[in-house]
């Protein structure tokens, strides 16, 4: 009776906190939109990026960004390639779009419209509706034109990129031009909606360049990223690229400027497209609203392209200059491109369409001079390519430190654990510094961000060198003091380290997480806020870890009453942190942390697991999350967090796709080699070498156990949480690999505790009863 009171309270908590959680007050109602009298104007520059706007090349292009709200642009569309077709289709669906294309590197141009009087109709604009209708993210492909006639307005093209924007899902534009030369102050009247496709730089690899010779029978487009008739000539410059050579240019002699180079090309491009946007500005009536964007790549892997809107903005107020911001990313100067079609419709006066995902672009404060602002903006992009690069040999090194780890531990167990050595005392100390190294190496990969790396000469060297050294301060604060001596005080040292950064980190912008090799970046734009899934499992697992730290000494005082307050008090904090919408917002890291948390709650009260307790706390969970994606789902469309967004398309039919996806991306993690071999190898040394008898009588894990019965109930909630994100998280065995390269090092430093200070002929002593209720 007293274990079902118990658990009554927590069940009755829980459901109280997802009340509260979705009762959060919902933000200021948007001034009513001032009278418009011009047009809202795109202009789509593929390829624009922010180091590349200067004084120098395009000067008005920096003079209007002085008196615009600015900030990058994340272009992540379908693939991890946006090309200019892909671009222009997800700001005509307000959802990442993508043309059909037979292979994966090459990027082809918009084909030209077909002239229908003073309109036009885009080739084979049937076969890209029917495509996206099609795809994992269900894109309506035509929605802005449509909704623009939907509302009596009238769109108006410039160029073969822009009408695939402008058109509706009939492939017509009402008015279309060829060239932005054409255009003139007469050639707006009576236009809602333009869109102008400036792109000189994607001529520049998807067609040939002035002075190369193609081969007959070569097509247009880039393989690799490279066009394919300047294969072996021309390399695209990414933004380091273009930092190195600029820095070369100032200890080398001025090179012959009548030699041709891609450099040389691109600023001559550059300042073409500046001449135009100039023209194209000056043709605008009064009051029009003027929207910059690098729609897409030319060539190369997707970065962070340039933004900026000029002009009265979707709220009526003037963008004179600040970042850009919204509620898809909430990082003041950065914005997404599916934004584009919802700050379109917004400015427009037209309610956004159920068929976008974007948010409506506002202005944040900014610095005042725009040298320093928009160099903000450069470092931003070159952290997220560093990190972007880094990531496949970042993982490869951490599942081979963590497999050396284990290898190396085992046979020191194997060897030293049998029997007195000289050397016994020494090789388990140094296993045990190097297991508390493990376990904090995920969250030294946060702390990393408390500097500045991205600024040092060699940014990759700065990002993984301070990751060292952020993971030797854990580790030394961890051994340093006298609860070194205390089997859980530094494994407990090291998971409290972990939950307290993320959880301040949630607390003040998730800063730690963006661009971390851990976290989430806006070129890979899973993510822009919150708490990521690689950070959840660091964050869960460490909480549970900590959680089963303080309970040891409070149960070994006869306290296990208060250990169990404790627990619980540090789980609903820690589930208020992950759930509230604009904290965490992380709707499966709910569902994943209960059933942990409750088996590890169970385990400390001494109360055995069943499957019906678990089947009452599981059903809570889901109950509480579906109360609060409701609650949030009542806040107006432009407040919504992804709870209520979700809530919307359970209701009204369209959830499916969005679960479609996130299944197809948890199984297709198990083709991710590195984090299944990861947790493959865990998972081994968990059960086959600590819990395998040292010289048949006991395993070390047991006698673990009997000296510190509550870490049987972090790892056991550690285990649980991880098969549950598994289940709940896109990133699918992200998750378990995760939460096991925190538990299982932990595990080991409390193993070479115990055999350091008993002989391996020691007799078992007897299980505590907290000990009974669960096995690993």
């Known amino acids: 009776m007293a274990g079902g009171r118990w658990l009554a309270h927590v069940l009755t908590t829980l459901a109280v906190l997802a009340v509260l959680v979705g009762m959060a007050p919902p933000a200021a109602a948007a001034p009513a939109a001032a009278p418009r009298r011009g047009p809202v104007v795109l202009v789509g520059v593929p390829g624009l990026q922010w180091h590349e706007i200067t004084p120098q090349v395009t000067p008005y292009l920096w003079e209007l960004a002085g008196r615009s ?9 379908v693939t991890s390639r946006t090309c200019p077709v892909d671009g222009w289709l997800t700001v005509s669906a307000g959802q990442r779009a993508a043309s059909e294309r037979q ?34 993210f269900g894109a309506r492909v035509g929605l802005l034109g449509d909704t623009v006639r939907a509302h009596g307005g009238t769109t108006l093209a410039v160029g073969p990129g822009a009408a695939l924007a402008a058109a509706g899902s009939d492939g017509r534009v009402d008015r279309y031009l060829d060239d932005p030369a054409e255009l003139d102050r007469s050639s707006w009247e009576g236009v809602t909606l333009g869109v102008v496709d400036l792109k000189d730089l994607a001529d520049l690899y998807l067609d040939p ?72 500005h000056a043709s605008l009536p009064p009051r029009s609203t003027l929207l910059v964007a690098g729609i897409s790549v030319e060539a190369g892997a997707s970065s962070l392209n340039a933004a900026l809107l000029h002009g009265p903005g979707p709220d009526g107020t003037d963008f004179d200059g600040g970042y850009l911001v919204s509620e898809s990313t909430r990082r003041a100067g950065l914005v997404a491109l599916t934004d584009i079609t919802t700050t379109l419709l917004h400015s427009l006066g037209t309610p956004p369409d159920r068929g976008t995902v974007g948010r409506t672009w506002r202005q944040a404060p900014r610095p005042a001079a725009l040298e320093a602002a928009v160099d903000r903006l450069v470092e931003f992009t070159t952290a997220a390519e560093v990190v972007e690069s880094l990531v496949p040999g970042f993982f490869s090194g951490l599942v081979a430190t963590q497999l050396f780890i284990y290898v190396c531990a085992a046979y020191a167990l194997n060897r030293y654990g049998r029997r007195d050595r000289a050397k ?70 090291v998971a409290a380290v972990t939950t307290l950064v993320l959880f301040v980190d949630l607390c003040t912008g998730s800063d730690l997480q963006m661009n971390s090799p851990t976290g989430y970046t806006p070129i890979v734009a899973g993510r822009f806020y919150g708490l990521g899934n690689i950070a959840f499992a660091t964050f869960a697992t460490g909480m549970l870890m900590t959680a089963a730290g303080i309970a040891h000494p409070l149960i070994a005082r006869g306290r ?26 992380d709707f499966g890291g709910v569902l994943a942390l209960v059933p942990g948390l409750a088996v590890t709650l169970l385990i400390v009260a001494d109360l055995r697991v069943t499957p019906v307790r678990l089947a009452l706390i599981g059903g809570s969970a889901v109950a509480a999350i579906a ?47 590195q984090l299944t071999l990861l947790a493959a190898a ?27 019965p509550t870490l049987r109930a972090g790892i056991t909630g550690s285990l649980v949480t991880g098969l549950a994100g598994f289940a709940f998280n896109d990133s699918g065995i992200a998750i378990p690999a995760l939460a096991l390269t925190v538990s299982v090092p932990l595990t080991l430093a409390a193993c070479t505790w115990v055999l350091q200070r008993t002989g391996p002929s020691a007799e078992p002593r007897a299980v505590s009863e907290c000990g009974r209720t669960a096995t690993v």
């Open 424 to 493: 016994r005392h020494l090789v388990l100390s140094v296993t045990r510094v190097v297991a508390l190294a493990g376990a904090a190496f995920p969250v030294s990969s946060y702390l990393v961000n408390l500097v500045p790396w991205w600024s040092a000469g060699f940014p990759q060297a700065a990002l993984l060198g301070g990751v060292l050294l952020a993971d030797a301060a854990i580790v030394a604060a961890a051994l340093a003091g006298p609860w070194r001596r205390d089997i859980l005080a530094p494994t407990t040292v």
């Open 627 to 673: 109360a609060l994606s409701f609650l949030d789902y009542l806040r107006p469309l432009n407040e919504r967090s992804h709870f209520g967004l979700f809530a919307g398309q359970v209701l009204d039919g369209t959830a499916w796709p969005v679960v479609s996806r996130k299944l197809d991306a948890m199984l297709g993690s198990l083709g991710n080699w």
């Open 682 to 708: 865990a998972l081994l040394f968990l059960f086959a070498v600590l819990n395998n008898p040292l010289d048949w009588r006991v395993g070390v894990l047991w006698r673990v156990y009997e000296y510190a």
């Open 209 to 280: 360049p002035p002075s190369a010779v193609v081969e007959e029978g070569l097509g247009y487009g880039t393989v690799d990223g490279v066009p394919r008739d300047l294969q072996g000539s021309l390399r695209f410059p990414d933004a380091l690229d273009l930092l190195a050579e600029e820095a070369a240019e100032e200890a080398e002699p001025e090179p012959d400027p009548t030699e041709y180079s891609e450099l040389q090309e691109r600023r001559r491009r550059l300042a073409a497209i500046d001449a135009d946007l100039a023209a194209v």
């Open 103 to 136: 292979t994966y590197s090459i990027c082809e141009l918009p084909l030209l419209p077909e002239p229908d009087g003073v309109g036009a109709v885009v080739p084979h604009y049937a076969e890209h509706v029917s495509y996206n209708a099609g795809s994992r």
């Open 69 to 77: 709200a600015i900030g990058n642009l994340s272009i992540r569309t």
């Open 560 to 585: 296990r009453g208060w250990a169990v307050a404790l627990c619980l008090l540090l789980g609903l904090a820690t589930l208020f942190t992950i759930g509230w919408p604009g904290l965490g917002t």
